[in-house]
């Protein structure tokens, strides 16, 4: 009945994205096939765009590239249990395997053989993802489909932002893009006191201010301790989220923590990057790297925190259709977006 399907394709080695058909995606007994209804861009899709060298060293030529996305099990393999025809779904875009001591002792989120969707694998910029069984995240009914499509950098903002107890501690997010934000929502909702988000881009700042009740601070004009010293914090932030993956702040960050602070790195630096490390130790911080969401705890934890109030639904700033995706490539590189959203259907 339906034997091809629109796709987004990185189909050829060079600067672009191109909209290819394809065949629809034959499962094993082990898969189910997903209608795709909305897709999230993410900036690991800019990167494929871009053609940089991370991509070049890490993307097959032609891959179907995406991996946020959210739509409806059409299909499933003779082994699957549990789960049926016509369940929305979002689901887990890393594919792991299974031997490794991690994988084994139930740590699937550090498996160091897993593939990614729409990075290794064919992705799900598409009308049809295949998706073992496993990976799959039923969507209740009162999360819509374009909440479901940023499940997956939701689930980096809440695996970073309960990396540590923020309960009444005073936070420091350093990068107010799409992550940041939600990652500064979900501090405050766990009950952090104070949420400071820095950025240097006043665009970005002015949409974490609508996205949660953080303060924002433009760090090219203000100075942080000041700030620190307005919100009556006399001895630093207990807590840093670095989520900008700039040097500068995570210098900024060190240097305005609390003794004994801790710091969860999401924020990926284009290279190696100086630390002065003898601060580290001798303000003795923790650092806790950040790679992914807890495979399915993340996940729990935030569709459960979706249910009882948490709102990010601001931090969707643009939607199209999925084939206008270059506008919504173009609105993602402007710097001036939160989220944006692809629609397939
Ligand atoms: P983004 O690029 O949209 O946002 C980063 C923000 O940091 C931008 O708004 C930028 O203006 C800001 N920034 C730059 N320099 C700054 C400075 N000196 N101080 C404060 N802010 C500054 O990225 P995103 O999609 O929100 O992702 C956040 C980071 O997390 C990125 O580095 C991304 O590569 C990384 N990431 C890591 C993982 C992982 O698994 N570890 C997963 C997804 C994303
Ligand atoms: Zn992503």
Request: hydrophobic content about 45%; charged content about 20%.
């Amino acid at each position: 009945m339906r034997n091809e399907m629109t796709c987004l394709v990185k189909a050829e080695p060079r600067e672009g994205l191109w909209m290819h058909t394809a065949p629809v995606p034959e499962i094993g007994p082990d898969d189910v096939l997903i209608r795709i209804k909305k897709t999230g861009i993410c900036g690991t899709d800019i990167h494929i765009w871009n053609w940089d060298d991370w991509a070049q060293s890490t993307v097959p030529v032609p891959l179907i590239i995406g991996h946020e996305f959210a739509g409806e099990i059409v299909e499933i393999g003779r082994n699957v249990e549990g789960l049926e025809r016509g369940q929305r779904c979002s689901g887990e875009g890393h594919l792991i395997g299974k031997n490794s001591r991690q994988s084994r002792a139930g740590k699937f989120h550090l498996d160091p053989a897993t593939r990614g969707i729409g990075v290794n694998e064919q992705g799900a910029f598409a009308q049809f993802l295949r998706l073992p069984a496993f990976n799959v995240v039923p969507l209740p009914d009162e999360i819509p489909d374009d909440i479901g499509a940023i499940l997956d950098p939701l689930g980096n903002a809440v695996h970073t932002a309960l990396s540590f107890d923020l309960v009444g501690e005073d936070v420091l997010i350093t990068g107010a893009g799409p992550i940041g934000i939600m990652a500064a929502a979900v501090a405050r909702h766990v009950g952090a006191r104070h949420v400071v988000i820095t950025d240097l881009n006043p665009a970005r700042l002015d949409l974490a201010a609508q996205v949660a009740d953080v303060v924002p601070v433009n760090v090219a004009e203000d100075n942080l301790r000041d700030v620190a010293h307005g919100l009556k914090m006399t001895e630093g932030f207990d807590v840093g989220l670095e989520m900008s993956g700039n040097q500068t702040a995570l210098d900024q960050m060190v240097e305005n923590l609390v003794m004994g602070g801790r710091i969860a790195l999401l924020g990926i630096p284009p290279g190696k990057s100086p630390v002065d490390w003898s601060r580290i130790v001798f303000k003795a911080i923790t650092i806790k790297g950040v790679y992914g969401r807890e495979i399915f705890e993340t996940w729990y934890k935030m569709i459960a925190m979706l249910q009882n109030g948490l709102d990010v639904s601001g931090v969707i700033t643009h939607r199209f259709a999925a084939t206008d995706f270059r506008d919504g490539f173009a609105a993602m590189k402007s710097g001036q977006s939160g989220k944006v959203v692809l629609d397939w259907r």
